[in-house]
């Protein structure tokens, strides 16, 4: 027996394995019905084991080939696997840090537009690098940034914007893009939310993420496609390109590959800084950076997830339609969502705010929700400027700015929940779901 065929041995056995004792439960009605989930087949375990017998244990094969179905599914020029979402984020702002770009380079002190009802990841980078969140208003129910607040937060120090497709609801890149191209700013699109939504823009659609300078994508299993942990950063422009890859891999200014060396033919006869010439230049490093790389193993499941991206961004605006339909009965109690105008949301879940004036709280039906063993969640954190971890930083507000008093934001964060809508979803669960969210109001 040869190699080839021990392999096809083992993938075939894998394939029976996986559809007799690795399938996906079927749902009962009491099971708990959680706000996301993995979705998979056959193709995502083969492509694991037979990643697994190549132990190539960094990225290799798989991550090439991710990286340019990624790039070639959202038609940018370029894109890097990373091992986060947040890493993406993480990189995609100190990329703006990098001397590469000279007077456009982001320094410590500019300023930063962003909001507070944030992931933390998106705020992060920009806080510990010291440059200053500048934190402007969402409106509801879009629950994204409030354009109109975007000349306000604008001072001569502003460098970028740095926001999220909130729950997969692109925001107004009309607006945000025009502002960032007017006052010759960076944008950076977090996209982590929204993989596969759409945007038409000067009268052409275009995926969110593409718009901007750069975007980010986070793969962890709740998202719209998975390899476990692990994330993309992409752009069309090349010199941003080769700052990320940079800074995702140490620093280093050499670009050769893992297990590869001297591609460029001047691996030992180069000038750079103060090295000796001729220094290795596999060690040369022109940026601060990390190790942000992903594995083959993470990758080679993300080769079958993105086959089967276009069905998933396709069921989640099903699955959120059906919710929609379902609850707009309930307008006099609840808020629902809205998608933006010119947009096509790829929801990664289904807000809904209490009106002020109901009888019920946010509370009540969260309870009550969960009880039912349905899944919630709240706007990620609500109003970051709340957290414990803002709490040395209230003191001496020059390391963040406000706009505005965020009424919308706080709104949000004390009266705004949400349910899942990914693709595992079934009528059955939808309706349960439903049905749960309008019982405290019956009462």
């Known amino acids: 027996m040869n190699t080839k065929t021990a392999r096809r041995q083992i993938l075939n056995l894998t394939d029976k394995y996986v559809k007799n004792f690795l399938k996906q439960p079927k ?72 001397p590469l770009l000279k007077e456009r380079a982001v320094k410590r002190g500019d300023e930063v537009i962003t909001v507070a009802a944030a992931f933390p990841t998106t705020v992060t980078p920009i806080i510990q690098y010291g440059a200053v969140p500048v934190f402007v208003d969402i409106s509801v129910p879009e629950y994204n940034i409030d354009v109109n607040m975007l000349q306000k937060a604008l001072t001569k120090k502003t460098k970028a ?40 823009i000067d009268g052409k659609w275009q995926y969110t993420g593409t718009i901007g300078d750069i975007g980010t994508s986070s793969f962890y299993p709740a998202h719209h496609m998975t390899t476990g942990e692990g994330g993309a950063v992409y752009t069309n422009n090349s010199l941003l390109h080769k700052i990320l890859i940079s800074l995702r891999d140490w620093g280093r200014d050499c670009c050769c590959p893992p297990g590869k060396d001297n591609t460029c033919g001047h691996r030992f006869n180069g000038q750079f800084g103060l090295l000796p010439k001729g220094y290795d230049h596999k060690y040369v490093y022109s940026h601060f950076g990390y190790n942000l790389k992903a594995t083959d193993l993470q990758a080679a499941i993300g080769c079958a997830q993105i086959k089967k991206l276009k069905n998933f961004v396709q069921a989640r ?29 790829s929801w990664f879940g289904f807000i809904i705010a209490v009106k002020k004036n109901s009888k019920v709280t946010r509370d009540n039906v969260v309870k009550h929700l969960e009880k039912n063993n349905i899944q919630t969640r709240m706007l990620f954190a609500g109003n970051i400027i709340k957290h414990p971890c803002f709490d040395s930083m209230r003191k001496n507000k020059k390391d963040y700015k406000i706009i505005g008093n965020l009424e919308n934001t706080d709104y ?30 019956k009462k």
């Open 161 to 200: 914007v740095m926001i999220a497709h909130t729950l997969g609801n692109p925001f107004n890149l009309n607006k945000v893009k025009s502002f960032c191209k007017k006052n010759n700013l960076w944008l950076i699109e977090d996209n982590c939310d929204s993989l596969g939504g759409k945007y038409k």
């Open 412 to 441: 949000a964060m004390n009266n705004s929940f949400w349910v899942g809508v990914y693709p595992g979803m079934t009528k059955e669960m939808l309706n349960f779901i439903a049905d749960k969210i309008k019982e405290p109001f």
């Open 317 to 345: 605006r099903e699955n959120w339609k059906y919710l929609y339909d379902s609850l707009k009965n309930l307008s006099d109690d609840l808020i629902l969502p809205k998608e933006e105008k010119d947009a096509q949301g």
């Open 27 to 98: 749902y009962e009605k009491g099971n708990r019905i959680p706000y996301a989930g993995r979705v998979f087949d056959c193709e995502e375990v083969k492509n694991l084991i037979n990643a697994s017998l190549d132990f190539w244990l960094t990225s290799g094969r798989y991550t090439d080939e991710l990286e340019k179905e990624l790039a070639k599914f959202l038609n940018v020029k370029h894109c890097g696997f990373v091992n986060s979402g947040s890493s993406a984020n993480l990189l995609a702002f100190m990329a703006l840090t990098s």
